[in-house]
């Protein structure tokens, strides 16, 4: 069993910072692409930003105010934002393909965490 737990989210006012972090635990052989996404309220999820096979991507709403990177030995990944805007608020979720321990690689989501900016 293999759980994603984020933590982080809150209220921030605009032009503020917020860290969020993912943590990964369980019957965990090996965390692969890890990943942030968001919904917000009537918008598909979509991608914020990703770390794949050691490189990092962002969408281009978020790249140059928010970074991602990760911690391997504590299999945890976090995304720093900063200068949020109103449209970030969100709720973000975790993503990470992971090998579990004596089995297959599936991909897994946390259970999202809130972040609202107010104007």
């Known amino acids: 069993q293999v759980q994603l737990v984020e933590s982080g989210g809150g209220l921030v006012q605009t032009g503020g910072s917020l860290g969020l972090s993912c943590a990964a635990s369980?019957?965990?052989?090996?965390?692969?692409?890890m990943g942030w996404y968001r919904q917000a309220p009537g918008k598909q999820r979509e991608l914020v930003a990703a770390?794949?096979?050691?490189?990092?991507k962002y969408a281009d709403s978020v790249r140059g105010r928010f970074t991602i990177f990760r911690d391997n030995a504590k299999n945890t990944l976090y995304l720093q934002m900063n200068s949020l805007k109103y449209e970030d608020t969100a709720v973000y979720y975790c993503?990470?393909?992971?090998?579990?321990?004596?089995?297959?690689?599936?991909?897994?989501w946390g259970q999202g965490t809130q972040v609202t900016v107010s104007s």
């Open positions: 993503n990470a393909d992971i090998k579990v321990v004596g089995g297959v690689t599936s991909t897994y």
């Open positions: 369980g019957s965990i052989f090996s965390v692969y692409d």
């Open positions: 770390v794949t096979g050691g490189t990092t």
